[in-house]
């Protein structure tokens, strides 16, 4: 019984720690090639090294972190080469994704993704009206924006779920859900907001007419118009983790 508790309770902990060091490389706390001091997070999440090692060994795995030899472990370093890769990535299986999706959409994934579609451009046009009125860096904004991935990422991940191909959703997960696509929309402008928003509507409105061909097309577009502000997060560009621009 002791030994399961303990089991339980470890893996509850490694699981706040690998949530915990994730959240906070994809919003910018953690920046690339930071150092992680194990003893450090172990005290400030109330837990031992051990689920905290255990954490970063997985988020090393994941590509999001790099353990170094004696040194310890700190957060991966984003190249434009590896920005091209996820994002090329990215349009070929969530391009395949839309493609099935659209072969045979219900009425209800319909209404889901119209719903997903509406809450994104809200929560981009509400950021935008913000940062108009000089209010960027406010916590409102940061509720904006945290509206914005949410109904972002629940769209994307709608399609595929569409699609009805499982395996193409497991090789979408080590993709998609890396820091990068999320640190992502930190780096977007107000027409960067508006180009994505039209890209939901184009696949919205190719699944809506059932059909694939334009539905991949539409992925592909939206997925790729979205490389040049994930490049931001490079470690080796010009204008590599810059905060958003405006306009």
Known sequence: MTANRSKGLSTGARGAAYNWIRQGIAVGMLTPGEWIREGTLAEALGVSRTPVREALYALAADGVVEIVHNRGARVAEWT??????VYSLRALLEGE??????????????????QHDRAFAEAG????ALR????A?????????DAAVEANGAFHRLVIEASGSPRLGALLASISSTPLV???FHHYSDADLRRSTAGHHDIVLALERADPVLAESAMRTHILGARHAAAHTATDSPGGEERPRQG
């Open 125 to 128: 046009d509400r950021l935008s």
């Open 182 to 184: 999320t640190r992502a």
């Open 80 to 85: 434009l080469k590896d920005v091209d890769e």
């Open 97 to 114: 994704g839309a493609r099935l999706a659209a072969s045979n959409p219900t009425p209800a994934v319909l209404e889901q993704l119209r």
């Open 132 to 135: 108009r009125s000089g209010k």
């Open 137 to 145: 860096a406010t916590a409102d904004a940061e509720e904006a924006l």
